[in-house]
């Protein structure tokens, strides 16, 4: 059992390494005239930023979010499927960065500007 290891090595579960790189230029280039293109671009720069479960960001309320100067905070108080007896529950830290085609935390600003008059927030 010693040679084993050198016989057969362990190999990595993937070839190759996801790029985001052309997913990031299509984004940046993104038109956002309306809700739905406002809400797609939203949809993947969460994805993307904060490498969070689809349960978590499902979970995220308006009133939830909290904004300072060097970005936002959002808070999931909802039991997630990784919830624990003494684990915290996740707060998002979104920093705003100097590409603003890019940046999350505008994108999430500009999503809340445009519901809500539509939603009564």
């Known amino acids: 059992m010693r040679g084993l290891s050198r016989l057969r090595p362990s190999k990595p579960k993937y070839n190759t390494t996801w790029d985001p790189q052309p997913v990031l230029a299509f984004v940046a280039g993104m038109q956002t005239p309306d809700l739905k293109g406002l809400s797609r671009k ?18 995220i309320k308006v009133s939830g979010i909290q904004r300072s100067e060097d970005g936002l905070r959002i808070f999931i108080p909802d039991f997630l499927k990784t919830s624990g007896v003494n684990r915290p529950q996740p ?18 600003e500009a999503y809340l500007d445009a519901t809500r008059n539509e939603e009564g927030f």
């Open 42 to 59: 939203l949809a993947t720069l969460f994805v993307l930023a904060t490498g969070q479960r689809l349960q978590t960001i499902s979970l």
């Open 91 to 108: 707060v998002l830290k979104i920093p705003f960065f100097d590409n603003a085609n890019l940046c999350l935390a505008r994108t999430v």
